[in-house]
């Protein structure tokens, strides 16, 4: 299994990043894909994860249909490829950000990407 993360880099507060989780190895579409990050000093945390129909999940802090939901997770089964849209970044959004494949007992990482949020 290998999880490439892309798309992370600096940005201002306020600006927007979208992120990209390339797999390969898998049959991608049974997979729950998911997308934590982790800042330093701090346990790694769900972000968003979706499951192989589309479902998808969100931590209270991101979730996209309330006045303050920011994120968006989306898949592509054709590009074996998982996204997450982040938009209106703060600074407390700045950690690596980590792409995950779950299915039944298994569960694989990416190496992870640095989003920097400048405040």
């Known amino acids: 299994v290998q999880l490439v993360e892309s798309g992370g880099g600096l940005v201002q507060a306020g600006g927007s990043l979208r992120l990209s989780c390339a797999a390969s190895?898998?049959?991608?579409?049974?997979?729950?894909m998911g997308w934590y990050r982790q800042a330093p000093g701090k346990q790694r945390e769900l972000v968003a994860d979706?499951?192989?129909?589309?479902?998808?999940?969100?931590?209270?802090?991101v979730k996209p249909d309330s006045v303050k939901g920011r994120f968006a997770i989306s898949r592509d089964n054709a590009k074996n490829t998982v996204y997450l849209q982040m938009n209106s970044l703060k600074s407390e959004d700045t950690a690596v950000y980590f792409c995950n494949a779950r299915y039944g007992g298994l569960s694989s990482w990416g190496q992870g990407t640095q989003v920097t949020v400048s405040s």
């Open positions: 979706i499951t192989s129909g589309g479902s998808a999940n969100y931590a209270d802090s």
């Open positions: 190895g898998i049959i991608f579409s049974r997979y729950l």
